[in-house]
């Protein structure tokens, strides 16, 4: 209790400096623990039927399907299965890239066979020194592959500004890389893959047309039906392609794929990772409402603010729940769940309270159970740790930071000392 007050006047005392102009969250939604009210979270260990979970075989045959179809036709959509066989295309590999720490390779994933249809390029950092096959960080960006490193031979990739393609300019590269720490990470021996999301869909409300998801239409269909998914669901989808890529790549581990996002990109990421195994490690990010953030929880952004901001995130079912987060049959924190056994890291940072870093710790608590049934460890705690006190050496990680909503280089620490760890390696 002393911690969590502790913490609790921390926030406070931020959004008392903040507060006016300098207010980095909009005004109008609640930021005073105080009024965040009584909740009751739907128990991720009891079926819609009422029957409890007992054992880790019911977990994976009843209850986990159950949630991710939840998932899927409450809130991000369902993906639709096959019909496009992505090709993939090396279009350079450069063994003395990053002063020769690094062979820097650029893949064209095609998703069809017309020329001018939708493409994604990844951009993948392999170490020079390591023993190959080597475990992979991948992740989406914001702002086009050429904006994560400062790396001349990056191809400049082709943005999204607003509502128009632009070519991207020599100016912005490297303008990302705090974010993306490339050199970090590959001096601790990992390969790391970055891809531009708008590549998959451009992120505004009438980019459908020009992204992956109408690759899927049905004869006439025209657009996504209420269960069907939104761009982070498409976002979802391009992750996934991506470890069809590395599966194919004699340098990548594909069995150790470390998946990271932030912000909306984290709630992309832990889309992916409830939908698909083969990302090893889930890291969410700042990930926020609609991402790690408990829903229930009246703090921050609010699920109305989402769909009305972001319409075509989500699927429309999820307008249904527009001022009404407890009638929803999930909350957040069994999204989480649906990552376990795989081991899960949430990150918060400490101004960020518009995605609500209480809610984002309590959702990673309220997700153990799941874990602990499937033999691995919850976050063992129940009160907030301190600022730049990680929760480190568990199957679910968790840290705040100091600062504002970013990735930065103390998040990469944590991200990659977990992954040392639970990728067996030397620290
Ligand atoms: C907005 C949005 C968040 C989102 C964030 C981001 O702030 O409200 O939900 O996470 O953008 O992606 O940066």
Known sequence: MVAAMTSFLRVSAILTVLSGAALAQPAGYNYDESKVGTYTLPDPLVMQNGTRVRDAASWEKLRRPEILELFATQVYGRTPKGQVR?????????????????????????????????????????????????????????TGNHTVNADPGIKLADVWVKEKKQKGDEKSRGSAASRYQIEKIIARGYAVASIYYGDIEPDFKGGLPYGVRPLFYRAGQTAPAADEWGALGAWAWGLSRAVDYFATDKDI???????????RLGKAALWAGAQDKRFAIVISNDSGEGGAALSRRNFGETIERLNTSFPHWF???YRKYNGHPEQMPVDQHMLLALIAP????????????WADP??????????????????????????????????????????????????????????????????????
Request: charged content about 25%; proline content about 7%.
């Open 358 to 427: 209480r809610g984002e710790f309590l959702s990673a608590v309220a997700a153990g159970p799941v874990f602990e049934l499937l033999g691995k460890r919850g976050l063992g705690i129940s009160e907030m740790p301190a600022v730049g006190r990680p929760v480190a050496g568990r199957d679910i990680g968790y840290h705040i930071r100091t600062g504002k909503h970013d990735v930065t280089a103390y998040d990469w620490e944590q991200y990659l000392s977990f992954a040392d760890l639970h990728f067996g390696r030397k620290q």
């Open 342 to 353: 795989r081991p899960l890291y949430v990150a918060s940072a400490e101004e960020d309270v």
């Open 86 to 142: 992505p090709r993939f295309e090396v279009t350079s590999s450069e063994k003395n890239a990053l002063g020769g720490t690094a062979t820097r390779k650029q893949i064209t994933v095609h998703f069809t066979q017309k020329p001018d249809g939708p493409k994604m390029d990844i951009l993948l950092y392999v170490p020079s020194s390591a023993r190959k096959p080597v475990p992979v960080f991948v992740g989406l960006n914001f």
């Open 253 to 263: 581990d594909a069995k150790h794929v470390a998946l990271i996002g932030h912000s």
């Open 315 to 317: 699927c429309a079912n």
